[in-house]
């Protein structure tokens, strides 16, 4: 019999199909096993109002077949079948789809009147199979016929259509498996365990029963007594029909149907999480989109949360059939520590199935799942601070990192979800902070470092603790760029007590720190003179109230920033927190070199002026150049 031809330039598109499209050869069983979910689909349709299908929605099943010895893989459905016409068109016409034109002669009400979700869209997918196998072989009887018809290809060279035998209604899709070459091991395929691993894999929640045959190995009476009279048992291995896949997902389930206990006991055996997750967040949305999404906010930090080898994202099902294992744009980067799924009928994939084609789909339903994880944390934290508190140093970093990648829309939205040590050492949300600021205090006060208690020490927050105000303690290295893009809280500034002026002289006090500055600028002059390039200037502070010294910065960059900056392998290393010297006019040390100044003992003003500069330095957190010089320093004035 002389073969027919594929149409559309076929022989350039099934190769394109076989070397192209998909990136993974194993999803090959997911296109079939897709095909005939959709096949058993339209027959249970029918069903509904023909009573000579003469089957019940329990009898309907998709059954996998591996054959070693034959080296193929058999995927067989009791669906609805194919008519020679319809081999010819589905099968001979490549990217024509039986399943869409089913679903648009149908139309939308009667889909959703009959709960149909067809998975087939492009027409494609079959095609799939020629990626692993070098002949596809289809037996097929539709229903209401008593003819069934086999379709046979090697691929690009056409395929031929002739009657069979077949006994019932359904479709059997048999792949004669290729041999293993260089770099491919195909036989892998024919494996009892890779075909299971691939159904659990991509096709876990289709609706029908994936079944195949395995060994079931039990002890049973053997008939026969040993030497004590006791039965003699004996190990039998039968051959038995398993069910595969689980079919119906847990966030299909109702509340009723499915208990948080249950979905955690998912979330364990999902994520391979021993520990329970700090909540769970079911979503069920239906609008210009509708999907279901099942969320998890783990209790702790993956190991490898903050490595290349981060995995962030949700899987991505579309009715049950998986998509994608980590879809990053599912998540906002702020929430990236998140786990789940989200599926969705209504997706608009590319061919493959492998991506998705609307950008703004995902970003619709990102921003949605945002909006969740936010309300359930916001929940968190009123209802169950200690559990709270915990989500936060694991993930709060991951918090802040994420909100400055993002528009300021998105740090408007987590600031509230942040929380900061304070000079009375516990955590506390900005809001709490502002709720709690004394009716005089006009200025969120803040400092950055790697350690709470040296914040908490610095010498610019002596003057604060003495009016009664809270300093933020921010050791994280992106709060002061978060702080930096939010500015301000509650319409309350920002204030950084190393740079920034804390705002609390009155102008009296400023004017006499002035008259003060001019009298001394000679001895404030010689002291820039002998530090020379090491700070930019040197003032007299307001800042200080028992302390001798304290080092603060002036412009864009602060000395957080260019610790930042130096712990960045490659990063550029001219990036400099300008520096300024800021001296107590009222503290002994200061008296003492400027006496020593005023008297002509410029040697012993400028070991003072030394030692004070390396105080600063101290206190600031930044090292010495040459501890050693510093000790012999403060010796010599003992």
Not at 60 to 80: L, Y
Not at 88 to 101: E, M, P, Q, T
Not at 263 to 268: G, Q, V
Not at 561 to 567: L, N, V
Request: glycine share 6%; with cysteine.
């Amino acid at each position: 019999m002389a073969k027919k031809q594929f149409k559309a330039e076929s022989k350039k598109l099934l190769d394109m199909m076989i070397n192209s499209i998909y990136t993974h050869k194993e999803i090959f069983l997911r296109e079939i096993i897709s095909n005939a979910s959709d096949a058993i689909d339209k027959l249970c349709y029918q069903s509904l109002t023909d009573e000579n299908v003469g089957m019940a929605r329990g009898d309907f099943k998709i059954r996998v077949i591996p054959d070693k010895e034959a080296r193929t893989i058999t995927v067989s459905d009791n669906g609805i079948g194919m008519t020679k016409e319809e081999l010819d068109s589905n099968l001979g016409v490549i990217a024509r789809s039986g399943s869409l034109k089913f679903k648009d002669d149908l139309g939308e009400s009667a889909q959703e009147d009959a709960a149909i979700d067809i998975i087939g869209q492009f027409g494609v997918g079959f095609y799939s199979a020629f990626m692993v196998a070098d002949k596809v072989t289809v037996i097929t009887r539709a229903y209401g016929s008593d003819t069934a018809y086999q379709w046979v290809s090697t691929g690009a060279d056409g395929y031929t259509i002739t009657e069979a035998q077949k006994d019932t209604v359904g479709t059997d899709v048999i792949m004669h498996i290729k041999a293993d070459e260089t770099g491919e091991k195909y036989s892998t395929y024919l494996e009892n365990w890779k075909l299971m691993m691939l159904i659990r894999k991509y096709s876990d929640y289709v609706r029908w029963p994936i079944v195949m045959d395995g060994e079931q190995s039990d002890w049973v009476d053997s008939g026969e007594k040993d030497e004590n009279g006791e039965p003699k048992m004996e190990m039998v291995t039968k051959t038995e029909e398993q069910t595969v896949n689980s079919m119906i997902p847990i966030w299909q389930r109702s509340r009723k149907e499915a208990t948080d206990e249950e979905c955690i006991a998912f979330y364990k055996e999902k994520f391979h999480d021993n520990d329970d997750p700090l909540a769970v967040i079911r979503v069920n949305a239906e609008g210009l989109i509708s999907y279901r999404a099942l969320l998890f906010i783990p209790s702790k930090v993956p190991a490898n949360m903050y490595t290349r080898d981060a995995d962030p994202g949700l899987e991505l099902y579309s009715s049950g059939v998986m998509i994608m294992d980590r879809c990053t744009d599912l998540l906002p980067p702020c929430y990236a520590f998140a786990r789940g799924v989200v599926d969705s009928p209504d997706l608009s994939l590319n061919i493959s199935r492998e991506m998705l084609q609307h950008d703004r789909q995902l970003k619709l339903i990102a921003a949605n799942l945002g909006k969740k994880i936010k309300s359930e944390l916001t929940k968190l934290m009123t209802n169950d601070r200690e559990k709270y508190e915990q989500f936060h140093a694991a993930f709060g970093m991951m918090l802040r990192a994420g909100a400055v990648t993002e528009t300021g829309d998105k740090v408007d939205e987590i600031k509230d979800l942040l929380l900061y040590h304070t000079s009375e050492t516990k955590l506390v949300s900005l809001k709490e902070y502002v709720d709690a600021m004394p009716a005089e205090q006009t200025k969120i006060y803040f400092a950055c470092g790697d350690n709470v208690k040296r914040l908490l020490s610095l010498p610019q927050a002596e003057q604060l603790r003495d009016k009664g105000f809270n300093v933020l303690c921010m050791t994280s290295q992106i709060d002061e760029y978060f702080v930096d893009t939010m500015k301000s809280y509650d319409d309350k500034p920002f204030c950084n007590i190393a740079t920034d002026d804390l705002g609390l002289e009155s102008e009296e006090e400023k004017k006499e720190t002035e008259a003060k500055q001019a009298e001394d600028k000679e001895l404030l002059d010689f002291v820039k003179e002998t530090l020379g390039e090491q700070v930019a200037s040197v003032r007299l502070s307001n800042k200080l109230v028992s302390s001798a010294v304290c080092l603060s910065t002036e412009g864009g960059v602060t000395l957080e920033m260019e610790r930042y900056f130096r712990s960045m392998p490659g990063a550029p290393t001219d990036i400099r927190a300008v520096r300024v010297l800021e001296l107590n006019a009222n503290h002994h040390a200061y008296q003492t070199m400027k006496e020593a100044f005023t008297a002509g003992d410029k040697d012993k003003a400028a070991r003072i002026a030394k030692i004070l500069h390396a105080q600063a330095l101290l206190i600031a957190g930044e090292p010495l150049e040459d501890p050693a010089a510093y000790s012999e320093l403060v010796c010599t004035l003992i």
